[in-house]
Protein backbone atom coordinates (compact mmCIF):
# COMPACT_ATOMS: atom_id res chain seq x y z
CA UNK A 1 0.00 0.00 0.00
CA UNK A 2 1.10 3.08 -0.83
CA UNK A 3 1.78 6.00 1.93
CA UNK A 4 0.51 9.44 2.04
CA UNK A 5 3.63 10.98 0.74
CA UNK A 6 3.87 8.83 -1.96
CA UNK A 7 -0.11 9.33 -2.65
CA UNK A 8 1.32 13.08 -2.58
CA UNK A 9 4.05 13.29 -4.68
CA UNK A 10 2.17 11.34 -7.34
CA UNK A 11 -0.71 13.91 -7.39
CA UNK A 12 2.12 16.78 -7.63
CA UNK A 13 3.64 14.83 -10.57
CA UNK A 14 0.50 13.70 -12.06
CA UNK A 15 -1.99 16.56 -11.75
CA UNK A 16 -0.45 20.24 -10.63
CA UNK A 17 3.17 19.74 -12.63
CA UNK A 18 2.10 18.41 -16.00
CA UNK A 19 -0.40 20.34 -15.83
CA UNK A 20 1.64 23.63 -16.02
CA UNK A 21 2.20 24.60 -12.75
CA UNK A 22 5.91 25.48 -11.70
CA UNK A 23 6.44 27.56 -8.77
CA UNK A 24 8.74 25.74 -6.41
CA UNK A 25 7.59 26.77 -3.42
CA UNK A 26 3.67 25.96 -4.36
CA UNK A 27 4.75 22.26 -5.48
CA UNK A 28 7.01 21.40 -2.36
CA UNK A 29 3.84 22.94 0.08
CA UNK A 30 1.52 20.71 -1.71
CA UNK A 31 4.38 17.31 -1.56
CA UNK A 32 3.87 18.09 1.95
CA UNK A 33 0.57 19.22 3.22
CA UNK A 34 -1.60 15.53 3.68
CA UNK A 35 -4.58 16.43 1.71
CA UNK A 36 -6.04 13.37 3.53
CA UNK A 37 -6.60 15.19 7.07
CA UNK A 38 -8.85 18.24 5.75
CA UNK A 39 -11.04 15.78 3.67
CA UNK A 40 -14.24 13.80 5.49
CA UNK A 41 -13.30 9.94 6.43
CA UNK A 42 -15.60 8.39 4.34
CA UNK A 43 -13.85 9.95 1.30
CA UNK A 44 -10.01 9.40 2.70
CA UNK A 45 -9.68 6.62 -0.10
CA UNK A 46 -10.00 9.51 -2.89
CA UNK A 47 -8.45 12.42 -1.04
CA UNK A 48 -5.38 12.08 -3.87
CA UNK A 49 -7.77 12.26 -6.58
CA UNK A 50 -8.17 14.99 -9.71
CA UNK A 51 -11.34 15.89 -8.25
CA UNK A 52 -13.51 17.90 -5.63
CA UNK A 53 -14.91 16.37 -2.94
CA UNK A 54 -17.81 17.10 -0.91
CA UNK A 55 -17.13 18.16 2.65
CA UNK A 56 -20.84 18.32 3.98
CA UNK A 57 -23.05 21.26 4.06
CA UNK A 58 -23.25 21.46 0.01
CA UNK A 59 -20.08 22.44 0.13
CA UNK A 60 -16.51 20.81 -1.73
CA UNK A 61 -12.24 21.08 -1.41
CA UNK A 62 -11.99 22.04 -4.53
CA UNK A 63 -9.73 19.55 -6.63
CA UNK A 64 -5.86 19.65 -6.25
CA UNK A 65 -4.80 21.28 -9.59
CA UNK A 66 -7.17 23.73 -8.93
CA UNK A 67 -6.48 25.10 -5.71
CA UNK A 68 -2.66 25.06 -7.04
CA UNK A 69 -3.32 26.99 -9.90
CA UNK A 70 -4.39 29.56 -7.79
CA UNK A 71 -2.04 29.64 -5.44
CA UNK A 72 0.71 30.45 -7.87
CA UNK A 73 -1.29 32.70 -9.99
CA UNK A 74 -1.28 34.89 -7.04
CA UNK A 75 2.61 35.05 -7.25
CA UNK A 76 2.91 35.08 -3.21
CA UNK A 77 5.92 35.92 -0.98
CA UNK A 78 6.59 35.08 2.38
CA UNK A 79 5.56 38.81 3.79
CA UNK A 80 2.64 38.98 2.96
CA UNK A 81 -0.67 38.62 4.20
CA UNK A 82 -4.04 37.10 2.53
CA UNK A 83 -7.79 36.97 2.92
CA UNK A 84 -9.57 34.12 2.27
CA UNK A 85 -13.10 33.97 1.18
CA UNK A 86 -14.75 30.26 2.03
CA UNK A 87 -12.46 28.53 4.09
CA UNK A 88 -14.56 24.99 3.68
CA UNK A 89 -12.05 22.53 4.85
CA UNK A 90 -9.33 24.45 6.13
CA UNK A 91 -6.68 22.95 2.95
CA UNK A 92 -6.51 26.17 0.68
CA UNK A 93 -5.69 28.07 4.39
CA UNK A 94 -3.07 25.50 5.14
CA UNK A 95 -1.67 25.47 1.77
CA UNK A 96 -1.33 29.30 1.72
CA UNK A 97 -0.05 29.56 5.02
CA UNK A 98 3.44 27.75 3.37
CA UNK A 99 3.49 30.82 1.56
CA UNK A 100 3.20 33.61 3.08
CA UNK A 101 3.02 35.92 6.40
CA UNK A 102 -0.62 35.23 7.62
CA UNK A 103 -3.40 33.83 6.11
CA UNK A 104 -6.81 35.29 7.21
CA UNK A 105 -9.84 33.01 6.58
CA UNK A 106 -13.97 33.28 7.11
CA UNK A 107 -16.42 30.89 6.43
CA UNK A 108 -19.98 31.47 6.78
CA UNK A 109 -21.13 27.70 8.28
CA UNK A 110 -20.30 27.38 11.63
CA UNK A 111 -19.91 23.74 11.35
CA UNK A 112 -17.32 23.70 8.82
CA UNK A 113 -15.15 26.85 10.55
CA UNK A 114 -15.04 24.89 13.42
CA UNK A 115 -13.65 21.43 11.87
CA UNK A 116 -11.75 23.59 9.29
CA UNK A 117 -10.29 25.27 12.31
CA UNK A 118 -9.02 21.76 14.09
CA UNK A 119 -7.86 20.36 10.85
CA UNK A 120 -5.47 23.36 10.64
CA UNK A 121 -4.07 22.97 14.36
CA UNK A 122 -4.04 19.67 14.04
CA UNK A 123 -1.09 20.29 11.27
CA UNK A 124 0.14 22.89 13.81
CA UNK A 125 -0.21 25.84 11.60
CA UNK A 126 0.25 29.21 13.84
CA UNK A 127 -0.40 31.58 11.03
CA UNK A 128 -3.57 30.97 9.68
CA UNK A 129 -6.90 32.38 11.34
CA UNK A 130 -10.06 31.29 11.29
CA UNK A 131 -13.29 33.18 11.20
CA UNK A 132 -17.06 32.12 11.37
CA UNK A 133 -18.74 35.08 9.54
CA UNK A 134 -20.15 36.40 6.21
CA UNK A 135 -17.23 36.41 4.23
CA UNK A 136 -18.45 39.10 1.62
CA UNK A 137 -18.23 41.38 4.06
CA UNK A 138 -14.46 40.46 4.95
CA UNK A 139 -12.28 41.19 7.67
CA UNK A 140 -11.89 44.97 7.90
CA UNK A 141 -9.57 45.04 11.00
CA UNK A 142 -7.17 43.12 9.82
CA UNK A 143 -7.23 45.41 6.48
CA UNK A 144 -5.69 46.36 3.90
CA UNK A 145 -4.50 42.92 2.87
CA UNK A 146 -1.91 42.16 0.23
CA UNK A 147 -3.68 39.63 -1.91
CA UNK A 148 -7.43 37.84 -1.36
CA UNK A 149 -8.46 34.65 -2.54
CA UNK A 150 -12.36 33.70 -3.28
CA UNK A 151 -13.00 29.89 -3.09
CA UNK A 152 -16.97 30.11 -3.90
CA UNK A 153 -18.58 32.82 -7.21
CA UNK A 154 -20.46 35.66 -6.05
CA UNK A 155 -22.98 35.70 -8.91
CA UNK A 156 -21.92 38.86 -10.54
CA UNK A 157 -19.34 40.97 -9.68
CA UNK A 158 -16.18 41.21 -6.20
CA UNK A 159 -18.36 42.54 -3.24
CA UNK A 160 -17.58 46.07 -2.76
CA UNK A 161 -15.91 45.34 0.99
CA UNK A 162 -13.43 43.10 -0.68
CA UNK A 163 -12.26 45.53 -2.90
CA UNK A 164 -11.83 47.98 -0.11
CA UNK A 165 -9.78 46.13 1.60
CA UNK A 166 -7.25 45.06 -0.70
CA UNK A 167 -3.72 46.99 -1.08
CA UNK A 168 -3.53 49.12 -4.01
CA UNK A 169 -1.60 46.45 -6.33
CA UNK A 170 -3.11 43.90 -4.56
CA UNK A 171 -3.79 40.51 -6.49
CA UNK A 172 -7.45 39.29 -6.00
CA UNK A 173 -8.34 35.55 -7.44
CA UNK A 174 -11.80 34.76 -7.61
CA UNK A 175 -14.42 33.26 -9.43
CA UNK A 176 -17.15 34.99 -11.16
CA UNK A 177 -20.52 33.98 -12.39
CA UNK A 178 -23.77 31.74 -11.52
CA UNK A 179 -24.48 29.46 -14.93
CA UNK A 180 -21.29 30.51 -16.43
CA UNK A 181 -18.42 31.28 -14.28
CA UNK A 182 -14.81 32.26 -15.24
CA UNK A 183 -12.04 32.66 -13.18
CA UNK A 184 -10.13 35.70 -12.78
CA UNK A 185 -6.78 37.16 -11.39
CA UNK A 186 -7.63 40.88 -10.62
CA UNK A 187 -5.02 44.09 -9.82
CA UNK A 188 -6.07 47.24 -7.43
CA UNK A 189 -5.66 50.56 -9.60
CA UNK A 190 -7.18 53.32 -7.93
CA UNK A 191 -10.62 52.47 -7.05
CA UNK A 192 -11.16 49.58 -9.32
CA UNK A 193 -10.04 45.90 -10.04
CA UNK A 194 -8.87 45.15 -13.69
CA UNK A 195 -9.52 41.91 -14.22
CA UNK A 196 -7.13 39.29 -16.39
CA UNK A 197 -9.03 36.61 -17.27
CA UNK A 198 -7.06 32.86 -16.56
CA UNK A 199 -10.00 30.23 -17.45
CA UNK A 200 -13.85 28.71 -16.86
CA UNK A 201 -14.32 27.32 -13.59
CA UNK A 202 -17.40 25.94 -11.51
CA UNK A 203 -17.03 26.73 -7.88
CA UNK A 204 -19.99 26.68 -5.38
CA UNK A 205 -22.20 29.80 -4.97
CA UNK A 206 -20.97 32.83 -2.42
CA UNK A 207 -23.39 32.42 0.13
CA UNK A 208 -24.01 35.93 2.32
CA UNK A 209 -25.59 39.42 2.61
CA UNK A 210 -23.65 41.27 -0.28
CA UNK A 211 -23.35 37.92 -2.34
CA UNK A 212 -27.86 38.07 -2.25
CA UNK A 213 -27.83 41.24 -3.01
CA UNK A 214 -26.01 41.35 -6.38
CA UNK A 215 -28.83 39.29 -7.35
CA UNK A 216 -31.52 41.47 -6.90
Not at 11 to 40: A, H, S, W
Request: aromatic share 6%; proline share 7%; hydrophobic share 40%.
Amino acid sequence: MRTSQQLRNEMVKRQIENRGVRDGRVLQTFRNMPRDEFVPEDAKAWAYDDCPIPIGYNQTISQPYIVAFMAEALELSSDERILEIGTGSGYNAAVLSKLCREVYTIEIIPELAKRAEEAIEKQDIKNAFVRQGDGSLGWPEEAPFDAIILTAAPPKEIPIPLVIQLKQGGRLIAPVGEETQELALYIKQGISLVPYHLMPVRFVPMIGKIAKQATL
